[in-house]
């Protein structure tokens, strides 16, 4: 069997070389606009794959995480958040999520005002001063939206 293809005619020869005729004018287009496709795909697949990750501040400040344990008279507080919006709080064997979690994380981010630099003395003393007046352990670790990870620990 031969064949060969004209513009949008397709002619086989057939054993007994009677030749037979087959218009192909769709289906060669579809095959044409398939293979147009493929370098189309690839080329924005490898933009998406290659290009750097960027984000504005406001998405860099909803990316963090923030663990707060405080121990008074053998009682373990610990308000913990993870982005973009789980909220837990716990005080000893009682755990709250959700909204009541979240004020009670927004009253303690108030109480110490978490600042990267801050010495841990200075938060011990927010802690004393508002409402835990014999604290015996802080525990603070907080994740920034660059991702790195600041503690201060106290015991006394």
Known sequence: MQYAIYPYVLRIKLMNNIPIYV??????????KKWCMLPIILSLLLIVL??????????????????????????????????PSQYEYEQ??????GDEAKEKMENILRVLNLDEQEDVN???QRLKESQFPELDRIDIRFMNGEGKLYTWVWES
Not at 23 to 32: A, D, G, P, T
Not at 65 to 79: A, L, P
């Open 122 to 124: 200075h938060y011990v």
């Open 50 to 83: 290659v290009s750097p990750v960027s984000a504005s501040g406001t998405e860099l400040m909803t990316l963090f995480s923030i663990r707060i344990t405080v121990v008074e008279n053998g009682v373990e507080y610990e308000w913990e958040y993870d982005s």
């Open 23 to 32: 218009h192909v004018k769709n289906e060669v287009m579809y095959m044409k």
């Open 92 to 97: 000893g064997e009682r755990v709250i999520k």
